[in-house]
């Protein structure tokens, strides 16, 4: 059975600093994801990471994937408030009939002023 | 880009009737559409996956009887939580995945808030 999981699950950061959250899976895969969640919304889709290697950066998000290591890091840089929500990673493995994703716990980022 | 549409995006009902949800891929077609659940502060869980034309695969642990799944067209999946119960009451997110888009990601409803009283 695929484990996707993350730490930390919380994460309390002020304002400007610096800080990664990791997602570790148990099963080999190229394909994740990450996304962001806010309370009471749906996902949206941050980055998709298809290759061993693969960096991808927007504003001050930067995610990465190893996958030899099984292991995607989401880095926060200069955190402000607005990045407060929760982060997911996801695994994409095929299942049979289809590909299909397996969430990690998620990591509850609370940016404090 | 790809959108997909999901209603309704809360619904109360009584324990013991049933509920449907709609998710719709609004610009492309989609041959398989995912059906998750999620309780409060935790993750999503992969209830079903829904191939057009043909019965949803369920995971392990998911009542087939009490979440009926119907994919009959390129464009419309639907759940349908049966006699629901108080327990029921969870967050659905339905996704799909663009062909177009080859492994581009996933694309997700909005959601559906579902409280049974």
């Known amino acids: 059975e695929l484990k996707v999981e993350q730490n930390p699950l919380f994460l309390s950061m002020q304002e400007g600093k610096n800080y990664t959250i990791y997602c570790n899976y148990s099963t080999t895969s190229d394909r994740l994801y990450w996304y962001r969640q806010d309370p009471g919304k749906s996902l949206e889709s941050l980055f998709v990471?298809?290759?061993?290697?693969a960096v991808k950066q927007e504003g001050r998000l930067m995610a990465s994937l190893d996958t030899k290591a099984r292991l995607s890091t989401l880095h926060i840089t200069a955190a402000v408030h607005d990045l407060s929500a929760t982060y997911f990673c996801?695994?994409?493995?095929?299942?049979?009939?289809?590909?299909?994703?397996?969430f990690g716990t998620g990591t509850r980022l609370q940016v404090t002023l | 880009g790809a959108v997909v549409s999901q209603h309704p995006s809360r619904v109360i009902c009584k324990s013991g009737t049933s509920v449907k949800i709609e998710c719709r891929s609004l610009?492309?077609?989609?041959?398989?559409m995912f059906w998750y659940r999620q309780f409060p502060k935790k993750s999503l869980m992969l209830m079903a996956t829904?191939?057009?034309?043909?019965?949803?695969?369920?995971e392990q642990g998911v009542e087939k009887d009490k979440f009926l799944i119907n994919h009959a067209s390129l464009t419309l999946s639907t759940l349908t939580v049966t006699s629901a119960h108080p327990e029921d009451s969870s967050f659905y997110i339905c996704s799909a995945r663009d062909p177009q888009r080859g492994l581009g990601g996933y694309t997700f409803g909005s959601g559906t808030r579902l409280t049974v009283v």
């Open positions: 829904s191939n057009e034309g043909s019965k949803a695969t369920y």
């Open positions: 610009d492309f077609q989609a041959t398989t």
């Open positions: 996801a695994v994409d493995i095929w299942g049979g009939t289809a590909s299909k994703l397996t």
């Open positions: 990471l298809l290759s061993n290697g």
